[in-house]
């Protein structure tokens, strides 16, 4: 299973930006997805996450400004940023917890992580 993920960049202090992060491969199902974040010296940090049939949940500290949704049918997943702070700098991985053909487990698969700056 390969997750991409992309949508990241530079933006001013209250614009938004939106991330997407789509799993190929030999899919057989899909449970959880959703984006850590990793900021300059500190712990990753799990942002936000969807389950298959669309609970959601998000850290306290964006709360209002983000939104994920997810098209099961593509795989793929999108985290809506709206009013950004400089303090959601930070390089942003995708996560999803699948379950490939021909196995019986579910194991966690991570995208390569796209950065964004907010900054003025």
């Known amino acids: 299973v390969q997750l991409q993920a992309s949508g990241g960049g530079l933006v001013q202090p209250g614009g938004s930006l939106r991330l997407s992060c789509a799993a190929s491969?030999?899919?057989?199902?899909?449970?959880?997805m959703g984006w850590y974040r990793q900021a300059p010296g500190k712990q990753r940090e799990s942002v936000a996450t969807?389950?298959?049939?669309?609970?959601?949940f998000y850290v306290d500290s964006v709360k209002g400004r983000f939104t994920i949704s997810r098209d099961n049918a593509k795989n793929t997943i999108y985290l809506q940023m709206n009013s950004l702070k400089p303090e959601d700098t930070a390089v942003y991985y995708c996560?999803?917890?699948?379950?490939?053909?021909?196995?019986?487990?579910?194991?966690?698969?991570w995208g390569q992580g796209t950065l964004v700056t907010v900054s003025s």
């Open positions: 969807i389950a298959n049939a669309g609970s959601t």
């Open positions: 996560f999803a917890v699948a379950r490939q053909s021909g196995r019986n487990n579910y194991l966690n698969y």
């Open positions: 491969g030999s899919i057989f199902s899909i449970n959880d």
